[in-house]
């Protein structure tokens, strides 16, 4: 464990902790270390302070009126850090005064000696304030339960420093501000390691350091630097526990994101969709919309409605492991995700990740279509629908295929055909050949045979067989009324045998 | 005398032309004390003047060293003394009493403070007595205790002193230590009527030649005709300025009216209160200022820059006139000036008695720093 500072410890800490914790701050500047704590009854008392003291007002020099406004005038002289003071003396204008003066005036309920006791106490030992306030800070991110309210804690106590939880360089919750590149801020970055995910999360805090300065200025700025880091180490398990949480609540998680993305589908029916940009919410839900937006459709081998939402979310769990930013959306039959990057010819993370999902892929029947990279919200909506075509097309290739957009063409068509209903026209007019046990190699044959335009030996190659035999089976369909020849019946026939064999190469797989 | 626009200098006598003037230049050098007696003191004064006369207004210089002389004023609530004015002979009596007590005849009267009511009581009283009325005062302002004159700096006694109340009941009253006539005084004031007419520090204009502030009877004349001459502030403030030493500390718009009860010295009755002003221009000073029974102190951001016993008042800038404490509001845009008190008043002693720690400010004043 680090060794915990002993440098002076800043008003802003005091404010943090009981006494002043309760009490109504108006601070000029919360760094300001406090050295030294006096309890003031006399104006002589505060006319002998020295800097970077804080006083405590009490008896002769709190009467109210004019002794407070005396002595925040005195304070300013002095160069003190602060002065507390009961709210019985403290009005509107004092506050208006101190402000003026840039002095920063702490107003109490509670009787200034004990404070002013406790104080004391608290500035001879600075680290066992801070211990203080970091204990303070956990019983309060212990009340947390989901991440926003812990960023939430966060930035109230880091008040000038934003902090910001970020994936992949999304801002999931806290201040974007904290990403922001500014002069003479340094950022502090803390690992998350989130349940199950593979690329951690991290705190960011934009700590602003007070550049080149006066060494003992730049060690105040190193004490909050070491501070924050603390806090942020400090928020992790809380942040990890909401995480895992949130990640439980995925029917909410679900619904959510449906809805989401059916208003994001909308946005693209705005008078100009080039122009659409990324509604704000889609990146709460850590979506990311960019440049190059690159669909994935994921689909059940045999689409049998909507699917139940245990399934969903074990497609989820597997899916976005490792990629939680990687939204999953439930979208009729299927799941709808998408890969958001700059370069539209970047797809190693997404090759990746296919493979790394092959098994789940294969373990729930599932087939992957993926669709070309389009910017922006309209062009992620077009590779949507590249990506369900591609799925179609996928599905001819059995549980786990992948079938990439750019590869498909016009074969997409063919994913279209409503197979099982036109297996069940074959049943009807074709009775003699369905009732053949040969009817399956019959099929495939003259499918081959129309495939390769007519050429037989073209058909023998590709079925493996000789040419004979594919003679042989060609005049036993054409016997059985599988007629291809008849120029008239050919695409009929055609679309048939394709029909027919796509549904018996699907059920001999299953 | 006929008060002639732009006169400037020591008069010699008081008509009942010169009785809006004293009002107003009373008023000014005690801003805490409210109008409601004005009509009727006025027109009583200028009454008693146009019968009696002039009364004239000397030098104390001018008399001889040995005539008996006594001070006279107001004591306790004005606006006890709006609900029962005064019956006219209070002030003749309590200096008769005293001629009586001590067997001699008064010579000239002059007034314990040259401000508030005390200043045209004083010459009421002259006026009555046909005597002639100094041209000299023991504040130079007003103080709250009686004893918070420039005579008892110099060791003169109040007492043998002599209270009359508007019932016509009286109390007379001989200590040996000066401070001490003011707390059984006061005991007195309620039971006679709420006010009483003083008559009080018998002594003679040998003494008063080195005991009393002079010519600020006729300083109050010459600060009331500035006043009654209705200008606008700058020049106003300026004119004042040749004739007291004021200058304007600040001009600002009223912010706050703090009516606190705060814990008060008990030598002085007042409730204290504050009044914080935005300054307008200038540095933009947030000025507060502190009342008790008069402005006793101005702190600049916190800072003190004039308290008691300097003289403060507050001019309405959009009327051209004095502000009075209780006519203020928040909003009003004031003018804040400090006139310098005698000398006398930043001696150790003096500052010990009417300085600002006898109102619980425990500062020190921005003269001695």
């Given at each position: 464990?680090?060794?915990?500072?002993?440098?002076?410890?800043?008003?802003?800490?005091?404010?943090?902790?009981?006494?002043?914790?309760?009490?109504?701050?108006?601070?000029?500047?919360?760094?300001?270390?406090?050295?030294?704590?006096?309890?003031?009854?006399?104006?002589?008392?505060?006319?002998?302070?020295?800097?970077?003291?804080?006083?405590?007002?009490?008896?002769?020099?709190?009467?109210?009126?004019?002794?407070?406004?005396?002595?925040?005038?005195?304070?300013?002289?002095?160069?003190?850090?602060?002065v507390?003071?009961?709210?019985?003396?403290?009005?509107?204008?004092?506050v208006?005064?101190?402000?003026?003066?840039?002095?920063?005036?702490?107003?109490?309920?509670?009787?200034?000696?004990?404070?002013?006791?406790?104080?004391?106490?608290?500035v001879?030992?600075?680290?066992?304030?801070?211990?203080l306030?970091?204990?303070?800070?956990?019983?309060?991110?212990?009340?947390?339960?989901?991440?926003?309210?812990?960023?939430?804690?966060?930035?109230?106590?880091?008040?000038?420093?934003?902090?910001?939880?970020?994936?992949?360089?999304?801002?999931i919750?806290?201040?974007?501000?904290?990403?922001?590149?500014?002069?003479?801020?340094?950022?502090?970055?803390?690992?998350?390691?989130?349940?199950g995910?593979?690329?951690a999360?991290?705190?960011?805090?934009?700590?602003?350091?007070?550049g080149?300065?006066?060494?003992?200025?730049?060690?105040?700025?190193?004490?909050?630097?070491?501070?924050?880091?603390?806090?942020?180490?400090?928020?992790?398990?809380?942040?990890?526990?909401a995480?895992?949480?949130?990640?439980?609540?995925?029917a909410?998680?679900?619904?959510?994101?449906?809805?989401?993305?059916?208003?994001?589908?909308?946005?693209?029916?705005?008078?100009?969709?080039?122009?659409?940009?990324?509604?704000?919410?889609?990146?709460?839900?850590?979506?990311?919309?960019?440049?190059?937006?690159?669909?994935?459709?994921?689909?059940?081998?045999?689409?049998?409605?909507e699917?139940?939402?245990?399934?969903?979310?074990?497609?989820?769990?597997?899916?976005?492991?490792?990629?939680?930013?990687?939204?999953?959306?439930?979208?009729?039959?299927?799941?709808?995700?998408?890969?958001?990057?700059?370069?539209?010819?970047?797809?190693?993370?997404?090759?990746?990740?296919?493979?790394?999902?092959?098994?789940?892929?294969?373990?729930?029947?599932?087939?992957?279509?993926?669709?070309r990279?389009?910017?922006?919200?309209?062009?992620?909506?077009?590779?949507?629908?590249?990506?369900?075509?591609?799925?179609?097309?996928?599905?001819?290739?059995?549980?786990?295929?992948?079938?990439?957009?750019?590869?498909?063409g016009?074969n997409a068509?063919?994913?279209?055909?409503?197979?099982?209903?036109?297996?069940q026209?074959?049943?009807?007019?074709?009775?003699?050949?369905?009732?053949?046990?040969?009817?399956?190699?019959?099929?495939?044959?003259?499918?081959?045979?129309?495939?390769?335009?007519?050429?037989?030996?073209?058909?023998?190659?590709?079925?493996?067989?000789?040419?004979?035999?594919?003679?042989?089976?060609?005049?036993?369909?054409r016997?059985?009324?599988?007629?291809?020849?008849?120029?008239?019946?050919?695409?009929?026939?055609?679309?048939l045998?394709?029909?027919?064999?796509?549904?018996?190469?699907?059920?001999?797989?299953? | 005398?006929?008060?002639?626009?732009?006169?400037?200098?020591?008069?010699?006598?008081?008509?009942a032309?010169?009785?809006?003037?004293?009002y107003?230049?009373?008023?000014?050098?005690?801003?805490?004390?409210?109008?409601?007696?004005?009509?009727?003191?006025?027109?009583w004064?200028?009454?008693?003047?146009?019968?009696?006369?002039?009364?004239?207004?000397?030098?104390?210089?001018?008399?001889?060293?040995?005539?008996?002389?006594?001070?006279?004023?107001?004591?306790?609530?004005?606006?006890?003394?709006?609900?029962?004015?005064?019956?006219g002979?209070?002030?003749?009596?309590?200096?008769r009493?005293?001629?009586?007590?001590?067997?001699?005849?008064?010579?000239a009267?002059?007034?314990?403070?040259?401000?508030?009511?005390?200043?045209?009581?004083?010459?009421?009283?002259?006026?009555?007595?046909?005597?002639p009325?100094?041209?000299?005062d023991?504040?130079?302002?007003?103080?709250?205790?009686?004893?918070?004159?420039a005579?008892?700096?110099?060791?003169?006694?109040?007492?043998?002193?002599?209270?009359?109340?508007?019932?016509g009941?009286?109390?007379?009253?001989?200590?040996?230590?000066?401070?001490?006539?003011?707390?059984?005084?006061?005991?007195?004031?309620?039971?006679?009527?709420?006010w009483?007419?003083?008559?009080?520090?018998?002594?003679?204009?040998?003494?008063?030649?080195?005991?009393?502030?002079?010519?600020?009877?006729?300083r109050?004349?010459?600060?009331?005709?500035?006043?009654?001459?209705?200008?606008?502030?700058?020049?106003?403030?300026?004119?004042?300025?040749?004739?007291?030493?004021?200058?304007?500390?600040?001009?600002?718009?009223?912010?706050?009216?703090?009516?606190?009860?705060?814990?008060?010295?008990?030598?002085?009755?007042?409730?204290?209160?504050?009044?914080?002003?935005?300054?307008?221009?200038?540095?933009?000073?947030?000025?507060?200022?502190?009342?008790?029974?008069?402005?006793?102190?101005?702190?600049?951001?916190?800072?003190?820059?004039?308290?008691?016993?300097?003289?403060?008042?507050?001019?309405?800038?959009?009327?051209?006139?004095?502000?009075?404490?209780?006519?203020?509001?928040?909003?009003?845009?004031?003018?804040?000036?400090?006139?310098?008190?005698?000398?006398?008043?930043?001696?150790?002693?003096?500052?010990?008695?009417?300085?600002?720690?006898?109102?619980?400010?425990?500062?020190?004043h921005?003269?001695?720093?």
């Open positions: 464990m680090k060794r915990s500072s002993t440098l002076p410890i800043t008003l802003g800490e005091l404010a943090r902790i009981q006494p002043l914790a309760g009490a109504e701050p108006h601070l000029a500047d919360p760094s300001r270390p406090v050295e030294q704590v006096v309890l003031a009854e006399t104006f002589d008392r505060l006319r002998r302070c020295t800097p970077h003291g804080l006083v405590v007002l009490h008896n002769e020099a709190a009467t109210g009126g004019w002794s407070l406004a005396a002595a925040l005038h005195l304070a300013w002289e002095r160069n003190l850090s602060a507390v003071v009961a709210r019985s003396v403290a009005g509107g204008s004092s208006a005064l101190a402000e003026r003066l840039h002095m920063s005036l702490i107003v109490i309920d509670d009787d200034p000696i004990d404070v002013a006791l406790q104080l004391a106490g608290q001879s030992a600075p680290a066992a304030a801070r211990a306030r970091q204990a303070r800070l956990a019983e309060l991110l212990a009340e947390q339960t989901g991440i926003r309210g812990v960023l939430g804690v966060l930035n109230r106590e880091l008040q000038q420093v934003p902090v910001a939880l970020v994936v992949g360089g999304v801002v919750a806290g201040q974007s501000a904290a990403l922001t590149e500014r002069p003479q801020v340094r950022l502090i970055e803390v690992e998350v390691q989130a349940p995910e593979r690329s999360a991290r705190l960011i805090a934009a700590v602003p350091s007070t080149p300065a006066s060494p003992s200025v730049s060690a105040t700025a190193s004490v909050s630097l070491e501070q924050v880091e603390s806090l942020l180490r400090l928020a992790r398990p809380s942040l990890q526990a995480w895992a949480q949130s990640r439980l609540d995925t909410t998680r679900a619904a959510h994101e449906q809805a989401a993305f059916d208003l994001l589908r909308r946005l693209p029916s705005a008078p100009s969709p080039a122009d659409v940009e990324a509604p704000p919410w889609t990146s709460e839900l850590g979506w990311q919309v960019g440049e190059a937006n690159r669909a994935v459709w994921l689909a059940p081998l045999r689409p049998s409605g699917p139940p939402p245990e399934i969903t979310y074990l497609i989820r769990a597997s899916w976005q492991r490792g990629h939680s930013t990687w939204p999953l959306v439930a979208e009729g039959d299927g799941w709808i995700s998408w890969h958001s990057g700059a370069d539209p010819a970047d797809v190693t993370s997404l090759r990746r990740a296919l493979a790394g999902f092959r098994d789940s892929a294969v373990a729930h029947r599932l087939v992957i279509g993926v669709g990279a389009h910017a922006g919200v309209a062009g992620l909506m077009r590779s949507v629908a590249e990506a369900r075509l591609a799925a179609h097309v996928a599905r001819e290739d059995g549980p786990g295929a992948v079938q990439w957009f750019d590869q498909v016009a068509a063919l994913a279209w055909l409503p197979t099982t209903e036109i297996a026209v074959a049943d009807l007019t074709l009775e003699e050949l369905m009732a053949a046990k040969d009817r399956a190699a019959l099929v495939q044959t003259v499918l081959a045979v129309l495939d390769s335009g007519g050429s037989l030996s073209q058909a023998s190659q590709q079925l493996g067989v000789h040419r004979n035999t594919v003679l042989a089976r060609l005049a036993r369909a016997q059985l009324g599988l007629t291809y020849d008849e120029p008239g019946q050919r695409l009929a026939l055609h679309v045998s394709y029909a027919l064999t796509a549904l018996w190469s699907n059920n001999e797989l299953t | 005398m006929t008060s002639v626009s732009g006169y400037v200098g020591a008069s010699s006598s008081i008509t032309e010169d009785v809006p003037a004293l107003e230049g009373a008023k000014f050098y005690s801003p805490a004390v409210g109008d409601s007696n004005k009509t009727s003191i006025n027109s004064l200028a009454g008693l003047l146009d019968r009696n006369g002039p009364v004239p207004l000397l030098r104390v210089e001018s008399l001889p060293p040995e005539t008996p002389c006594v001070s006279v004023c107001v004591i306790g609530s004005g606006s006890a003394m709006s609900d029962l004015p005064p019956a002979d209070e002030f003749e009596l309590a200096v009493q005293i001629e009586r007590l001590q067997q001699i005849t008064f010579g009267i002059y007034p314990l403070a040259a401000a508030t009511i005390s200043a045209l009581v004083a010459v009421v009283t002259a006026a009555q007595l046909r005597v009325l100094l041209d000299a023991g504040m130079g302002r007003a103080f709250a205790l009686i004893h918070h004159t005579m008892h700096l110099s060791g003169v006694s109040p007492t043998p002193l002599a209270a009359v109340g508007p019932t009941e009286s109390v007379l009253i001989e200590v040996p230590a000066g401070p001490r006539a003011d707390r059984m005084l006061r005991a007195n004031v309620d039971t006679v009527g709420g009483a007419a003083l008559a009080a520090y018998p002594t003679t204009a040998g003494v008063l030649r080195r005991a009393a502030l002079p010519g600020t009877m006729s109050i004349a010459n600060v009331g005709r500035l006043l009654l001459d209705r200008t606008d502030p700058d020049r106003l403030v300026t004119r004042l300025g040749a004739i007291t030493g004021c200058r304007r500390l600040a001009r600002g718009r009223i912010a706050e009216l703090e009516h606190l009860s705060r814990p008060s010295d008990v030598t002085i009755p007042a409730h204290p209160s504050s009044l914080v002003v935005d300054e307008v221009g200038g540095l933009g000073r947030q000025l507060r200022i502190e009342l008790r029974s008069e402005i006793v102190a101005v702190f600049a951001d916190g800072a003190l820059i004039a308290g008691a016993p300097d003289l403060m008042c507050l001019l309405d800038v959009s009327r051209g006139t004095l502000a009075t404490l209780d006519s203020l509001e928040p909003g009003d845009l004031i003018d804040v000036l400090v006139t310098p008190a005698d000398a006398v008043w930043y001696s150790p002693a003096g500052i010990e008695m009417v300085g600002m720690g006898s109102h619980g400010i425990p500062l020190v921005p003269r001695r720093r």
